[in-house]
């Protein structure tokens, strides 16, 4: 059967589930609101859980959103026609996403550890670029390609394992500082976002625009925080998450 997707270049309006939208919503709050009580969790079993997050996470950009990509941008292909770089404009995007993301994450590691200045400023720039991304997720569960309620949970699981993953590499940054504002930023910026996609409409164009954003995020934070690293990396639990995840999207 055909895997669910998130919504690309669908024709534009609110979720077919607005409730279950709304539920996904705060349960993504919830999981940036919960993230930092991990470090009570024992430590082998976070990190297989933080393993298997990271390969169902994986399996989600290869399966899911690489795919989606390739037609979105073969739809805008189809909208500009004989525009400038048509058929490239997507992954462009969604490179400037890729590209976007690693500059901040070399920004503030640069600057961790130095004055105190400097690291309020990375501080500061992680949680806002974080929470503006949170919010993005946020607004796509109200924009879904596939009509069915499936196609939504399985986003929405998508995007709580990817939260739950990166959240947790902020707490391990920054600590007492994320615990108290940051997570509540960042679950704020859910929540606005999810608003923001339930009470607007928005065209196929600019639509295929901010996913191919989101998916060059997602790419390299996949790489960046989902792939532990090689001492603490459980490779059973990676490969486990990601089958599963793999089964359960086939299947649907």
């Given at each position: 059967?055909?895997?669910?997707?998130?919504?690309?270049?669908a024709t534009?309006g609110?979720?077919?589930?607005?409730?279950?939208?709304?539920?996904?919503?705060?349960?993504?709050?919830?999981?940036h609101?919960?993230?930092?009580?991990?470090?009570f969790?024992?430590?082998?079993?976070?990190?297989?859980f933080?393993?298997?997050g990271?390969?169902?996470?994986?399996?989600?950009?290869f399966?899911?959103?690489?795919?989606e990509?390739?037609?979105?941008a073969?739809?805008?292909?189809e909208?500009?026609?004989e525009?400038?770089l048509?058929?490239?404009?997507?992954?462009?995007?969604?490179?400037?996403?890729?590209?976007?993301?690693?500059?901040?994450?070399?920004?503030?590691?640069?600057r961790?550890?130095e004055?105190?200045?400097d690291?309020?400023?990375?501080?500061?720039?992680?949680?806002?670029t974080?929470?503006?991304?949170?919010?993005?997720i946020?607004?796509?569960?109200?924009?879904?390609?596939?009509?069915?309620?499936?196609?939504?949970?399985?986003?929405?699981v998508?995007?709580a394992?990817?939260?739950?993953v990166?959240?947790?590499?902020?707490?391990?940054?920054?600590?007492?500082?994320?615990?108290?504002?940051?997570?509540?930023?960042?679950?704020?910026?859910?929540?606005v976002?999810?608003?923001?996609?339930?009470?607007?409409?928005i065209?196929?164009?600019?639509?295929?625009?901010?996913?191919?954003?989101?998916?060059?995020a997602?790419?390299?934070?996949?790489v960046?925080e989902?792939?532990?690293?090689?001492?603490?990396?459980r490779?059973?639990?990676?490969?486990?998450?990601?089958?599963v995840?793999?089964?359960?999207?086939?299947?649907?």
């Amino acid at each position: 059967m055909t895997p669910v997707r998130p919504s690309v270049v669908a024709t534009p309006g609110a979720s077919n589930y607005p409730l279950a939208a709304a539920v996904f919503a705060l349960a993504l709050a919830a999981v940036h609101l919960t993230t930092g009580r991990w470090e009570f969790v024992h430590p082998e079993r976070r990190r297989w859980f933080l393993s298997a997050g990271g390969g169902a996470s994986v399996a989600y950009v290869f399966v899911l959103v690489l795919p989606e990509v390739s037609e979105a941008a073969i739809a805008v292909g189809e909208l500009r026609r004989e525009a400038f770089l048509a058929d490239q404009l997507v992954f462009l995007v969604a490179l400037v996403g890729f590209v976007v993301f690693y500059g901040v994450e070399v920004f503030a590691t640069q600057r961790r550890g130095e004055a105190v200045t400097d690291a309020g400023l990375s501080y500061r720039l992680h949680v806002v670029t974080f929470a503006t991304y949170s919010g993005v997720i946020g607004y796509l569960l109200f924009h879904q390609e596939a009509t069915g309620l499936s196609n939504l949970f399985f986003y929405a699981v998508a995007m709580a394992l990817h939260f739950g993953v990166t959240d947790y590499g902020l707490h391990r940054h920054y600590g007492d500082a994320f615990d108290r504002t940051g997570k509540v930023l960042l679950a704020g910026g859910t929540l606005v976002g999810a608003a923001i996609g339930f009470v607007t409409e928005i065209g196929a164009f600019p639509l295929a625009m901010v996913f191919a954003f989101v998916a060059g995020a997602i790419v390299f934070n996949v790489v960046k925080e989902e792939l532990p690293t090689l001492t603490d990396s459980r490779f059973a639990a990676f490969v486990t998450g990601a089958l599963v995840f793999v089964v359960l999207l086939l299947l649907t």
